[in-house]
C-alpha cells in the first residue's frame, strides 16, 4: 500500500515535469548507429555482393506523422570481371509507432523514396541489385526497434510505464502518457 502511494506521488510529482517528454531526431539517430548493426553478405568468393550501413540520419515530422531515415552504406559487389565499389545513400519514410509492451519504437508503412550511390557513374550497374539490397534493408528497420526506453535507467523506466503512444512533432517523438 505504502509503495503504490509512494508511485502514486511520485507520479504526480514528475507529471509535470515529464508531460512534455519526447524523443529528438539526434537521440534517435544516436541509437540507429550505436544500437543497430545491419550487414549483409551474399553469394561466394567469385560472385557476391556486400552491404554495410555506417551512417544513419533521421528527420522527424518533415510531412505529417513520418519519419524519414536516410541509410549511408558501403556496397561491394563481386565478379570476376568488374568488382564494384561504392557509397550508397537510400532514404526511407515510414510511420514511427508505440509498443507499450517493449516500450519500443517500430515504423510502419516503410517506403523507400530515394536511391543514390557515389560514384555516379555506377549507378546504372547498381540499378540491378538495388532492388534485393534494398529489400535486405527495408525488412530489417521494419522488423528492428528504432528506439527503446531503457528501463534500467530509473527516469526511462518510468516513461515507459506512462507512455501510451508516440505523436510525431517537427524535429522529435512525443510521448503521450494517456489516451
Keep these: 500500500m505504502i509503495k503504490h502511494l509512494l508511485i502514486i506521488a511520485t507520479l504526480l510529482v ?5 508531460s512534455q517528454y519526447s ?3 539526434k537521440a534517435l539517430a544516436n541509437y540507429l548507429n550505436n544500437e543497430i548493426h545491419f550487414e549483409v553478405k551474399e553469394g561466394n568468393q567469385l560472385f557476391g555482393i556486400e552491404m554495410k550501413v555506417n551512417d544513419v540520419d533521421v528527420r522527424l515530422g518533415h510531412k505529417t506523422d513520418t519519419m524519414a531515415i536516410e541509410a549511408h552504406s558501403t556496397i561491394k559487389i563481386r565478379n570476376p570481371l568488374v568488382p564494384i565499389k561504392a557509397q ?9 509507432w508505440y ?11 516503410l517506403n523507400l523514396v530515394k536511391v543514390e550511390s557515389s560514384p ?3 549507378e546504372n550497374t547498381l540499378k540491378s541489385v538495388a532492388p534485393q539490397v534494398m529489400s535486405f534493408l527495408t525488412h530489417f528497420l521494419a522488423t528492428q526497434p528504432v528506439y527503446v526506453l531503457d528501463i534500467k535507467e ?5 516513461l515507459a510505464e506512462m507512455t501510451r503512444r508516440i505523436e510525431v512533432q517537427p524535429g522529435k517523438l512525443k510521448l503521450i502518457f494517456k489516451e
Design 14 to 18: 514528475l507529471t509535470g515535469c515529464v
Design 23 to 25: 524523443i529528438t531526431e
Design 88 to 96: 550508397l545513400t537510400a532514404q526511407f519514410e515510414a510511420k514511427p
Design 99 to 109: 509498443d507499450a509492451n517493449t516500450h519500443s519504437v517500430y515504423l510502419r508503412d
Design 120 to 122: 555516379k557513374e555506377i
Design 154 to 158: 530509473s527516469n526511462q523506466a518510468l
